[in-house]
Each structure stands twice: as structure tokens, then as C-alpha cells.
T-cell receptor, first 119, second 114 residues
Framework: AQTVTQSQPEMSVQEAETVTLSCTYDTSENNYYLFWYKQPPSRQMILVIRQEAYKQQNATENRFSVNFQKAAKSFSLKISDSQLGDTAMYFC????????????????FGEGTQLTVNP | DGGITQSPKYLFRKEGQNVTLSCEQNLNHDAMYWYRQDPGQGLRLIYYSQIVNDFQKGDIAEGYSVSREKKESFPLTVTSAQKNPTAFYLCASIDWLSGANVLTFGAGSRLTVL
């Protein structure tokens, strides 16, 4: 079974600064996806960024980027130029690639990191 | 607009009562999922369904039941056998055919047992 660990329950950052959220995972799979989702106070889950394990290049989405270290099973999220609207709970998630009609695929989530951006 | 609709948004239940949470999607997604969220524990998978008339247990299925009679609907019943049902419940779906492999979530349902 896969496990996802986020070791930072809470973090804070000043507006316009950079912050990095940590995530490690444990799996014996070779082909999989990794995700970061954010959950603002509205509690709506929003995809932040996605990384395919077979891609060596780190994914980026505007101010959000990841540092994917496959051998170390590490997947950290960097938020640059933090904005007040980035305040949210951030979840790291793992999904192995779908492997057949009956097994299906599922997302396994970490415990989350509550990020607060201060003015 | 396409999306996932969960209802009700808030639900109160007395102990010993069953309650059903609705999840409807108009995204034409094949797979649907139910997650439970508790403070400090992230999201835990209750049940998931890859196709109509088929579903599998997740990590915490005890005390819950589901059905998948239509592609667009995946209701979750919280039974009286669930010992601690107060939680936030999230429904999600995924489109395997597009290759994006991204889970889309509904807005959630908050269940409180009185």
C-alpha cells in the first residue's frame, strides 16, 4: 500500500515571500502521478499542480513549482511571491497509473499542511 | 457548466438513523469516489466505482454503503453501524479517457450527528 507523509502540519509565510511545503511518499510502483491540491476556507478542493513520475522535468504552474526527487520519494511544493489568497490547507497526493478494468486507481492523500500567508 | 453537485451541504442526524448523501456529475466521467475528511487526518477513501453497477471498498468502508445504478450518480449511505459519522464528505470523479488523470471534487457535505 502506498503512504503519503506531510511532516509540516502548519506553516506561515509573509506576503510576497517564498515557501516550500514538504511531501514524501512510499511506494513500490514505478509509474504513478503526484499531485498537490489546495483547500481554501471554502473547503473546495482545487488542483494546484501535477507531476508524472516518468517525467524528469519538474512541473511548474505560474508561481507554483515542484521539486520531484524520484529516488528519494520526495515531492515538495514551492510557492513563489506568496499571496493572501494562497492561504489554505495543502494536500499532497499519490496515484498509481490505472492498471486494468477491475483494479482501478485511487488517490492516496497526506495529512495536509495548513499554510497561512500573512500581510 | 459541468461539475459535481453534492447535496445537502449540511446535514444533521440523530444517532441510529441512516442518511444518504447525494453526488451527481455531468462531466461524463467513468470513475467516482467518496472521501471522508477529519481534522488532522487528510482525506480517507470510503468507496470508489470505476463503472456502472460496480464499486470497491476503500480504506474505511465499514458502516457505509454505495450504489452506482447510473453513470452520473454515486450516492453514499451512512448507516447506523458507522460509529463516528460526524465528518466532512467529499465526492470526486475522474475522466480516464482524457489522459489528464485529475480528480475533480464536489463542494462537500458536512454531516453532524446529534
Amino acid at each position: 500500500a502506498q503512504t503519503v507523509t506531510q511532516s509540516q502540519p502548519e506553516m506561515s509565510v509573509q506576503e510576497a515571500e517564498t515557501v516550500t511545503l514538504s511531501c514524501t511518499y512510499d511506494t513500490s510502483e514505478n509509474n504513478y502521478y503526484l499531485f498537490w491540491y489546495k483547500q481554501p476556507p471554502s473547503r473546495q478542493m482545487i488542483l494546484v499542480i501535477r507531476q508524472e513520475a516518468y517525467k524528469q522535468q519538474n512541473a511548474t504552474e505560474n508561481r507554483f513549482s515542484v521539486n520531484f526527487q524520484k529516488a528519494a520519494k520526495s515531492f515538495s511544493l514551492k510557492i513563489s511571491d506568496s499571496q493572501l489568497g494562497d492561504t489554505a490547507m495543502y494536500f499532497c497526493a499519490f496515484m498509481k497509473l490505472r492498471s486494468g478494468e477491475t483494479s482501478g486507481s485511487r488517490l492516496t492523500f497526506g495529512e495536509g499542511t495548513q499554510l497561512t500567508v500573512n500581510p | 457548466d459541468g461539475g459535481i453537485t453534492q447535496s445537502p451541504k449540511y446535514l444533521f442526524r440523530k444517532e441510529g438513523q441512516n442518511v444518504t448523501l447525494s453526488c451527481e456529475q455531468n462531466l461524463n466521467h467513468d470513475a467516482m469516489y467518496w472521501y471522508r475528511q477529519d481534522p488532522g487526518q487528510g482525506l480517507r477513501l470510503i468507496y470508489y466505482s470505476q463503472i456502472v453497477n460496480d464499486f470497491q471498498k476503500g480504506d474505511i468502508a465499514e458502516g457505509y454503503s454505495v450504489s452506482r445504478e447510473k453513470k452520473e450518480s454515486f450516492p453514499l449511505t451512512v448507516t447506523s453501524a458507522q460509529k463516528n459519522p460526524t465528518a466532512f464528505y467529499l465526492c470526486a470523479s475522474i475522466d480516464w479517457l482524457s489522459g489528464a488523470n485529475v480528480l475533480t471534487f464536489g463542494a462537500g457535505s458536512r454531516l453532524t450527528v446529534l
